[in-house]
Structure formats: C-alpha cells, structure tokens
C-alpha cells in the first residue's frame, strides 16, 4: 500500500509523528513563513494575470490556483545549479527560479515563443506538447552525469501527461542510465476535461515500480511534506543512485486556461472539497498556532504580494511590440540562404509601404 | 596529403571518428550502434575506441534518442543520434519538428541545438517494409532544420563532419544502397568551414539537358548521362546534397544553359523535393525554359514489396524516358511520345 506522505494536516496541524519531518528539520517557523510569502505571491500572479486575460491584455493564462504547494515546496528544495523542465504551468517554480513576472506574461501576451533565458535562471521555457519535457530532463541528467556534475534535473507534468509515450519512455531512459532526474508529477486531477481516471486506472504512483525507480506519493497542497521528498528525491539522485517519481496530489481549482470552462465536466461539491485542503490557508492556519503569522507578517507578506503585481502590470504595459523582421533571426543559428531569400523579399515588400507613406 | 580508397559506410564511419576526436563533447546515441557497430556496420568499433559513455546504446525508442538529445544539448553535448532505419523515425518525428527544430527559434537563440541525425534511407536493397522510405521531404518542409544527403565516399567523410560541426540540427540522409560504393576519400577534408553541406554538386558538364538529383540515385544518374551521351545528347547530372537550404544558384546556372529540367527521386512525388525545385527554377528561369520541368520519382503509393520495388523506383530507363520528353522527342526505346 501507498502511504501518502502528509507533515501539515488541512486544517493546519503538525503533529511532527512522521520520519519525513527529519528531512526538514532544519525549516524553522522563519522559513515557512517566506514559503508562505511565496505561495501568496504566485497566487496574486495567478489572479492579476486571470484579469489581464479578461481585460484582453493577454491572449491566454494558465492559472496554478491550487497548487502553490506543490510547485512551491518543490522548487524551494532545489540548488542553484540542478536545472527545471517544465510545462506551461509551472508559474510558480519559474517565480522561484528568479523569473520576473513581466516574464512569465510575454508568452501568453504573444511577442515571443519563450519569455527568458533558460540558462540564466537554470529552468527551461513553458513546454507545450505534453510531456515532451519529460525526455529533455533526462537527456539533460545524462549530460550532467557524463560531466561528473552533482546537480540534478527536475521535470514537472500533470496526470495527464503519463498517458503520452515519452514520458513512459523517459522513465525507462532514466532507470536504464540511473539518470539524476526528478519527475515531479502534480496530480491535479484534471486534464482539461477528463478526469485522472480517464489516464490511469491504479494510483499514478505506483507506475514507478514498474520502471524500476522509488515512487513516492505526497499531498500535494502541504508544502512542508511536498519540500521533504523532494529533498530526498534530489539528494539520492546526487547520490548516484537515480531517478525518483513523485506524485503529487493536488487540485487544479480553477480552469486549465482562462479560455476553458470547468462548470460542464466537473461538480461544484468537488470544489469545495478541495478549497478545504487550500494549501495557503492550511500554512497560515499553522503559522498563526505557532504565533509566527502576526497581523503584521501577514501585513507584510501582502505588500510582497502587492509589489510583485505592481510590477507585473508595469512591465507588461512596457512589453514593446516584435519587430516584423524578427520574424527570420534565429529559426537557423547559421545562415540558410532560402530563408534569407524569403527574408529579404518580404523586407522590401515591407519598404514598399514606408515608400508610399512618404509619397503621400 | 592523405587519401584512401573506402566504402561510402566506412567513409561515414571514418567522419564520425574525426569529429569524435576533433571534439569530445560529440556523443553518439542509438539502437545497437555499440557493441554491434549498428546493423550497417556504420559504428563499428566506436565504442571500443571512445567508451559506453560517448556510444551509448538506448533502449528501443526513437522519440527518446532525440528528446534526451535535445536535453544533451542543453547540457553542452553535440549529440549524433542514429535512426536504424527510415521507416523507424516517425515515432521521433514529434520531437524533431516541435522541440530540435524550434528551440533556437522559441528561445530567441539562448539554446542551440547542434544536433545530427543520421537516417539511412531509401529502397534498392530488397527490404521488409519500413525499411526502405525516403522521408526527407517532411523534414525540409519543416523550418530550422538542415537536410542533407551524400551519393559517394567523399562527401559523406566530409559532410557528416560539417553536419557535427554545424549548431543547426542536421537531418543526414545515407543512401542505404551506396553503403557499400566505393571511392577515393580526401582525409584531410574536415568539418571546419563549410564546403559541401550547403552546395550542390555538377557531377558531370553538360549542355542539352539538367537532371537533378541526390542520394542513392546520383549513381543512376550518371549511368542514364552516359548512356544519353552514346545517343548524342549531353546531360548535365547535379548532386544536390544539400536538400535544405537548396542550392538554386547551381541548378538556376545549369537550367539557364540547358533550358530543360529533369528531377529525379526515390520519394513519392507529391510535395516532394523535385515540386519544389520545379517551382524554384520556373520562378528563377522562366524564360530560359524550353520545356516544363519533368519529374521521375516514386509513386505516391506505401513503398512496396521488394519483388515490386524495381516498377517504384526511378531506374536507368524511366530517367532516359523522362529526359527524352524533356527533349521533347520519341522515346528512344518505343519510337513513341509518351505522355
């Protein structure tokens, strides 16, 4: 039997009984506080970018709301060095990684195909085929290990994704080669419109035995317990020892994207549900018992919160239209001459234009 | 200068083994490419030579050969992934078009992808099915891609070199049925500046007549100008190797001289290279024209059973056809003008 691994229960209790709490001991109430900061700064993300959506200043939005746990206490466990695959909805592993919010937008506002440098913050761009991602971790992990590096890749995707090919085959790819990856899988319970039972008819977790790696279930709305494995699954891959896959049960509170409509697939009852286990109000529950979370913290933690959406709606207004041209400057990194043809053909068409705006 | 007489495998054989020197961040990635050598041979004592971390085998799965290359890339690596056979690499073809095409371009060139995928290709060799497709044309239909393919020794030494050394992602096409041609190879030739990835070839001068081809069927070409030169008229043969970008200037030099255009391939003919390259030179030397541009490729039919193979694939006969009605003039078997 799976035993799912919870430190903090829903209604904000610890009763610090399980052995995983080793693996955090050394989290102090300071600490979970800035954990806690974080989730409530990715989810007012999550809420300012829903309403530019809706103001018609971004094409499309992803929203996380529900997960801040998962990616949260995943992403904090990380080192500098060890590098994130993920997919489009991992706004807020990106938020830890350093990206600026302005960044995260430029995507779904439509200027570019990526909205940082992969290197600069060690985390891949949004990945949009599902699971694809899955295979560039791996092949990442196998570099890292040819290097001799004790760094570690991290692939995050849904339940939806295990039912696609490359994540089975990079499964088998990691155990094969005891690749240092880790493929956080965030049960959200929701691909779209089909429910996780539609993916899999036994428990997501227990696919690992079956390629012959460690799999581990974890709620995924208790960012402690999410932090805890996470460190674990990271440190046996630094270890040598390999791949790690971790479900993550969580919920997906509000639509996949801003253009979906979850009220004709799914029941209200099950919302509710799940808005008991809230993973930011079970934290601030703790917190409060701890007497950590004071009115003023909590004062505080909201300017963060305040700030960081400031700056995203400042820098998405300062987000510039692309430049036509940048249409052709790096689909090759070395001159192809039929798309410099092409290149050139459309920049005098383009010229044509300003040469009869002057005209008239 | 150095040079030796090999096979066009052992010649590719030859290439990897000087990238792999010249660079020790080039690993190859395949199915049975390690202890075996590959099921051609193309690998052989690779692994012996360079170790099980630079020649890894993998497991069966085409679309994980390119997607942890991808992620190889990202680490540092210039990965050489072989696909067994032709037909084996649509399971890959997903990672190919949407992650190593794109990825330069959706990061705004923070992440190159200098990879190399070596696919033998094409029929002749009497295969099971699968083994014999020429997919090349869903790949130069897809942008940020490089596709090439190589008809003898030479150019395959040097070319999969310049292909390694390239930080585009390179699509090799191998001419299955020339793995075992012979030639004389330059080995001083190497992958640092480019001089045969890009180009074509004029592999024989002529003046009546361009034809136009690469890979596997460049040998039927130069049989089919020999033959129309015993009959007096002189073909001009190009080796395209370069399939993407297409080197227009070579043929577009050779069709305004000619003024006919014969194109011949193995693959089938709709949205294959030879309309492409008929649209080329018709938007380039209309007026040089003194026929439409014919092609002779295969049908638009799954590639059939070996004892049927010889009716698909272009032969000797089939290019004297298609350059007599270049010509515009009777069938130089029949007598007749066939349509």
New interface residues.
Partial sequence: MTQLVQLLTADGVRPGTSELELAVADVDDRQLLALYEDMVAVRRIDTEATALQRQGELGLWPPLLGQEASQIGSARALAADD?V?GSYRENAVAYCRGVAGVDLLRVWRGT???GW???EHRM??PQI?IG?Q???????????Q??GLDAV?VTYFGDGATSQ??VS??M??AA?FRAPVVFFCQNNHWAISEPVALQSKDQLVHRAAGFGMPGVQVDGNDVLAVMAVTRQALERARRGDGPTFIEAITYRMGPHTTADDPTKYRDESELAEWRERDPISRLAAYLRSTGTLTDEAQAAVEATADRVAAELRAGLVAIADPDPMSLF??????P????EEQRDRYSRYLAMFDAAAVRS | MTSATMTLGRAINAGLRKAMEADERV?LLGEDIGKLGGVYRITEGLQAEFGE?RVMD??L?E??I????????????RPVCEIQFDGFIY?AF??IV??VA?L?????????VPLTIRVPFGGGIGAAEHHSDSPEAYFTHT??L?VVSVSNPQDAYTVIQEAIA???PVLFFEPKRRYHTKGDVELESSGQGRHAM?SARVVSEGTDVTLVTYGGLVQVAVAAAEVAKSEGVSIEVIDLRSL?????DTVTRSVTKTGRLVITHEAAESGGLGAEIAAGITERCFYSLEHAPVRVTGFDIPFPPAKLEKHHLPDLDRLLDGIDRALDRPNSITGTVFA
């Fill in positions: 590098f695959f570019s195909q990526s440098d992969p290197f891949a761009t085929i694809a899955t295979l560039h971790a791996t092949g990442y992990a196998l570099g890292l040819n290097d890749a090919g490359d085959e990079a088998v790819f094969t400057a790096h689909v090759y990194s070395e192809h001459r039929g798309l | 690993i971390r993998t497991p799965a679309s994980a390119l997607g942890t290359a991808v992620g190889l890339a990202y680490a540092g690596f399971p997903d990672q949407s992650q794109r330069h371009s959706r990061t705004a060139g923070a992440v190159s942008s940020g490089r390239s930080n585009d890009d993407s970008p297409i080197d227009f």
